[in-house]
Each structure stands twice: as C-alpha cells, then as structure tokens.
T-cell receptor, first 109, second 113 residues
C-alpha cells in the first residue's frame, strides 16, 4: 500500500466551477498535512497546511481533513486557468514529509 | 529576500562522472532535504539533515552522497554508482523538521549524456 494515494488524473474542470481533489494516507500518526501546487517544470509551492479535523479556508482554497478516515481533500472554488497544475498531497512523518504522486488538474475555458 | 538557491538549473553528466548539486539557504532553517522527482511521479527522499554535521539516508540514498558542514549549505553529489541519475532534483528546508511544511528551491534538472 502506498503511503499517499491520489488519483493521477487528469481532472478536467470548466472555468468557474469547483475542483475537488482527494487523497488518502496510511500513517495514523501523521500530525500535519499539506497541499502543494506544482506547475510543469517548476518546484512545488505550499498552498495549504492543515493539522486538525475539519475545514480550513484560504481564499478560493479549502482543505478538509478527516483523521478517522485518513482522508484529506482540497477544494478550489471559481477555478481559473492559472489553477491548471499538478497538486501534491503530503503529510509530515518522523521529521520528513511524504508526498503522493500528484493529481494533474486542467481548467478548461 | 530569504530563500533557497539551487545551482545549476540544468546539468549534464557523462557516464562515469560524479557531479555536485549546490543548495544554499538564508532562512536560518535547521533541517534540509534532497528529493528526486521523475516524470509523472512524486518526490522521493534521498537524504536529509536536521543539524550541522549530521545527516540521514532517505528512501533512495544509494549512489548519492551529501555533506552538511555549514547550516546554510547542503550539497548533493551524484556519483557514478547511481545508474539512472536523469531526474529533477529538489532541495528543501524547514524550520521545524517538516511540521509546518517545506520551502523548496527552484530545482536542478540533471541529464546523462
């Protein structure tokens, strides 16, 4: 079993709609969870950090965490073409961060 | 401005050569990390260091070596023992061993010619 499971996509969403990205993880001891955005050929950029159950909102982004189900999600409202990227789900474990393979998101005009 | 600087941006290696990738940070972070990313895949941990003069192997350390003589610097050497070194290499740092996330450098793309 992979430590972080994500659908690789591509996930195609019309401009202005809500994009929903999902992730499951295997380590029940994980304390903090992250979503990174990575444009093609660039390094990852941290866009959301969550450590307690429930929702965390930052602008158009909402991260949701359910530790009992070992599930993390990212919602992007009012999707824009600039949101087209790969989104990496990750969590901290034993002094390092474990990354999923990413979900490729494409926003179509 | 604080940040992480990786150099060079592109690097070409001949078969049998060792090459060194530079990573320098001015964020005053204690922990530094090296990851490798292959096309369509996630990040795999090569080495990490939580303090000067100490480092630990990650999941794919074979064929790589590191040093941590200064807090600001964590260079990675890709040795000739690494049989498939073509990849995108990312250096990252953290103030808290990853609890609040990493800051990444801009990466080095290594190609074997």
């Amino acid at each position: 079993q992979k430590e972080v499971e994500q659908n690789s996509g591509p996930l195609s969403v019309p401009e202005g709609a809500i994009a929903s990205l999902n992730c499951t993880y295997s380590d029940r001891g994980s304390q903090s969870f992250f979503w990174y955005r990575q444009y093609s050929g660039k390094s990852p950029e941290l866009i959301m950090f969550i450590y307690s159950n429930g929702d965390k909102e930052d602008g158009r982004f909402t991260a949701q965490l359910n530790k009992a189900s070992q599930y993390v999600s990212l919602l992007i409202r009012d999707s824009q073409p600039s949101d087209s990227a790969t989104y990496l789900c990750s969590y901290s474990s034993a002094s390092k961060i474990i990354f999923g393979s990413g979900t490729r998101l494409s926003i179509r005009p | 401005d604080g940040g992480i600087t990786q150099s060079p941006k592109y690097l070409f290696r001949k078969e049998g050569q060792n090459v060194t990738l530079s990573c320098e940070q001015n964020l005053n972070h204690d922990a530094m990390y090296w990851y490798r990313q292959d096309p369509g895949q996630g990040l795999r941990l090569i080495y990490y260091s939580q303090i000067v003069n100490d480092f630990q192997k990650g999941d794919i350390a074979e064929g790589y070596s590191v040093s941590r003589e200064k807090k600001e610097s964590f260079p990675l050497t890709v040795t000739s023992a690494q049989k498939n070194p073509t990849a995108f290499y990312l250096c990252a740092s953290s103030i808290d061993e990853g609890y609040y996330g990493y800051t990444f450098g801009s990466g080095t793309r290594l190609t074997v010619v």
